[in-house]
């Protein structure tokens, strides 16, 4: 991804860390020696503080007041030198305290020169800056009230090293932080990015009428409610579209619905008083006959019978299928368009007509598919797959094999239904979707067809705004019609 969020929060912490560290470094570089120096003063300060309550007190010659000095001199690097009125050393520090006694009388008698600046002056104290040689000094000296002379050094110059060493370390530190971070805010921001492209992957897949993938998440926060929010969204997309596409096909309908009406009232009575004629005939002359008592004989009754109830159940199951065309054509039965997996549904049927195709010694292949769904009236296709088996079943010859076929492209998927048998003479192909029309009548009369039910196909496929034919093909003849699907693809 191009501009992936992940990059953005990784460079912006990176680039907020360096920069900060930048602006740490350079401060430290300006103004820690001064804040040092500062530091290093009000040291000084505070040991002159100590010296004066010992003097005031009496008390510079306890060894309390000797470890505190001890302590402010070793944990500072502050050189330490007091001597009393008579010019007796009280106190030297251990870090070369016995090197400032000439240099503390010579302050005191003033015979001491060198290149000092006065930085202030108090009633019984003075501060400077001391250079002697390559070497500089902060410096305080005195005379208390109390007769009690002192001088306290600290070197300027190892404030300096040390402010230059932490500066190089906080370079160093500062360095490895950032590139440190960087790494770990670029696997953090993995989880962090993680949902968010999860919602990009199942936003993706709605555009495509998808609604299958839904969020989960775990961590409760702004994202999950959005994760939330657009599972609301698809459910009530999914919802939305399938009442639209019901609705949009019902208009299709009842536009061609009103043109075709009248003609399709005349020609279903004129189909129907030809179909019946014959069953009809058949019957009236049959009873006929054995209310005449023609055949007398058991046998002859039982068979007059048989050919009555024969004709009967065939004008029967006429009957219902024309009364199930008749609201197809009539759009009195309404089409649901609702989302299944075509797939599913055609492997239950074959295995509901599994008796029907051992009992004719057939044998049905179909290959494994992924699930294919679609947006169609589930209970309308299972019919056309019925009606399709059903046709393939009593027509099959040969090596009596049926095979099942999913094939998708631009959109839909091509359910095929073939069978192993003679071809369909070609003038005849276009006239199989006619009512009533038969190709070989003496053998659709044997298996007790009707000659209604791939009509009963094409008014549902027709409901459906969807295509449908037949095709002779090497081996047989293929069946098809079509569906629209809602973005998974068979293999």
Request: with cysteine; aromatic share 10%.
């Amino acid at each position: 991804m191009k501009h992936s969020i992940r990059r953005q929060f990784s460079l912006i912490f990176i680039g907020l860390m360096a920069g900060t560290v930048l602006l740490c470094w350079l401060l430290n570089h300006l103004l820690l020696g001064d804040y040092y120096t500062q530091s290093r003063t009000k040291i000084i300060y505070n040991a002159y503080d100590t010296i004066r309550q010992a003097a005031n007190s009496d008390v510079y010659s306890t060894q309390e007041f000797v470890r505190k000095l001890d302590s402010i001199c070793g944990m500072y690097n502050i050189t330490v030198c007091i001597m009393d009125s008579n010019s007796q050393m009280k106190y030297v520090s251990f870090n070369g305290g016995k090197e400032l006694e000439n240099q503390l009388l010579g302050y005191i008698f003033g015979i001491y020169s060198g290149a000092v600046e006065v930085l202030e002056e108090g009633d019984d104290y003075v501060m400077q800056r001391l250079r002697n040689g390559d070497d500089e000094y902060l410096e305080m000296y005195g005379r208390l009230n109390t007769g009690i002379s002192f001088i306290m050094r600290t070197p300027i110059e190892s404030i300096r090293i040390s402010a230059s060493i932490a500066n190089r370390f906080f370079a160093y530190v500062g360095i490895f932080s950032t590139v440190a971070g960087g790494i770990i805010m670029w696997f953090v921001t993995r989880r962090m990015t993680r949902p968010i492209q999860e919602l990009s992957r199942i936003s993706e897949q709605m555009v495509h009428l998808n609604f299958e993938a839904k969020y989960h998440g775990k961590t409760r926060n702004e994202i999950d409610l959005l994760g939330a929010n657009i599972n609301e969204l698809s459910s009530s997309l999914e919802r939305a579209i399938s009442e639209l596409k019901t609705a949009n096909n019902e208009l299709q309908k009842d536009i061609e619905r009103k043109e075709a009406i009248d003609e399709m009232r005349k020609e279903f009575l004129a189909n129907v008083s030809h179909e019946l004629k014959t069953p009809i005939a058949l019957i009236q002359g049959y009873a006929e006959g054995l209310h005449e008592g023609i055949n007398d004989d058991p046998e002859s009754r039982s068979f007059y019978c048989d050919v009555i109830m024969d004709e009967a159940a065939r004008m029967n199951n006429m009957v219902k299928k024309l009364m199930t065309l008749n609201q197809l054509e009539f759009g009195n039965d309404v089409v649901e368009m609702e989302r299944f997996d075509i797939t599913a549904l055609i492997r239950t049927y074959i295995q509901s007509a599994a008796i029907l195709t051992r009992q004719n010694d057939i044998k049905v292949q179909m290959e494994e598919y992924e699930p294919v769904y679609v947006w169609a009236d589930e209970y309308k296709t299972e019919e056309v797959i019925m009606n399709y088996f059903s046709n393939a079943v009593n027509h099959a010859g040969g090596e009596k094999i049926i095979s099942i076929t999913l094939e998708q492209k631009d959109k839909k998927v091509r359910i095929g239904v073939f069978n192993t048998g003679e071809h369909i003479p070609e003038e005849a192909l276009p006239h199989l979707w006619e009512k009533f029309y038969k190709v070989d009548k003496a053998r659709t009369r044997e298996y007790g067809g009707s000659g209604v039910g791939l009509s009963i196909v094409k008014a549902i496929m027709e409901s459906m705004n969807q295509g449908y034919g037949v095709e002779n093909v090497p081996g047989g003849v293929l069946f098809w019609f079509e569906l629209e699907t809602v973005g998974h693809a068979c293999q």
